[in-house]
């Protein structure tokens, strides 16, 4: 029992090794997240203000990180030019502009006030 869930745990993190070699917009984004957290800091933000920020963040990263492993799927399946395979990614990506599109909203609406 308890072994199984360490294998989980161990290929989820290969997961997350695999994703930060493959996808440099996870650095951009964790150097987005240390900045955030710093500006939350500064501004010694309300518990709601950051869970907000706090789902705002995973959304981000959940996302990324499923659009990663469609794009894995999607180039495993085929190398040639389909238009499922278009579809499948774009609106996979679309996933993730629309967590991003949420992380804005968030920190708009938490961080305005407080610089203004
Ligand atoms: N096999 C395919 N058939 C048709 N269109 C594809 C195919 N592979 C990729 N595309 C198109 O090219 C776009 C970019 O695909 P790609 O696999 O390069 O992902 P990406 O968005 O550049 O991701 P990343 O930069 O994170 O690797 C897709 O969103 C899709 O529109």
Known sequence: MVN??????????MGLKTMLKKDM????????????????LFFSLEKVEWLFIISAIFAVLVTE????????????VTGDYHEYAKA?????????????????????????????
Do not use: Q, W
């Open 4 to 13: 199984r869930l360490f294998r989980r745990f161990k290929f989820a993190f």
């Open 25 to 40: 917009h996870v650095l951009s984004h964790m150097v987005v997240t240390v900045l955030v957290i710093l500006l939350g």
């Open 65 to 76: 990180v499923m659009n990663t492993g469609v794009e894995y799927t999607v180039d495993l």
């Open 88 to 116: 499948a990614k774009d609106v996979s990506a679309a996933a993730v502009l629309l967590s991003c599109i949420y992380a804005v909203a968030v920190g708009l609406v938490v961080f305005i006030p407080y610089i203004f």
